[in-house]
């Protein structure tokens, strides 16, 4: 990996100012959400976040998001998504810090125990903003179908053929 310059080295640095309370408050705050959104077993999310899905997709498909809103669902839809990836594939929150990857200094989830190749990563909040700006009706099944499927053609080239 090469060198950063300082404003690689200044973005990183904020990226890594702000990764720990995203990290510890990141559970309960989606546990919140999704108790007020009515899933009284939402303390399940710790261990069995994909059981949400369906239901999380339900509840979003038809939403229309304003403008000001945006940050504050993203980061709970994108924490979502990559507690499913982290728990599936058995891997870890970290940032990005390859000042050449296109998601540099993101909060990734990545290392995957249960991938042949533990060096893939993804930016559950890219894909929560490409599920977010879509058009309504939107589906974050599919959203979600697409990402596990990208994760699992990187090793599986037969797949890629299905």
């Known amino acids: 990996m ?8 200044s973005k990183l640095s904020k990226s890594k100012a702000t990764f720990g309370e995203f990290i510890v408050n990141g559970p309960a705050i989606l546990q919140d959400f999704f108790l007020k959104m009515g899933f009284v077993d939402a303390l ?9 899905l369906e239901r999380f997709d339900l509840a979003l ?20 998504l990559g507690e499913v990836l982290r728990q599936k594939f058995r891997g870890r929150w970290m940032i990005d810090q390859d000042p050449d990857s296109l998601y540099f200094a993101h909060w990734v989830v990545g290392d995957f125990e249960n991938l042949p190749v533990i060096a893939s990563r993804v930016s559950p909040l890219a894909v929560a903003a490409y599920f977010v700006d879509g058009p309504t009706p939107r589906s974050l099944t599919k959203t979600y179908a697409l990402t596990e499927r990208g994760l699992r053609d990187l090793f599986d080239p037969v797949s890629k053929s299905k």
């Open 44 to 52: 399940d999310l710790a261990s069995n976040a994909e059981k949400f």
């Open 2 to 9: 090469r060198q950063m310059n300082e404003s690689e080295r």
């Open 61 to 80: 498909r038809n939403e229309e998001f304003i403008p000001e809103m945006r940050a504050w669902i993203l980061m709970r839809i994108g924490f979502y």
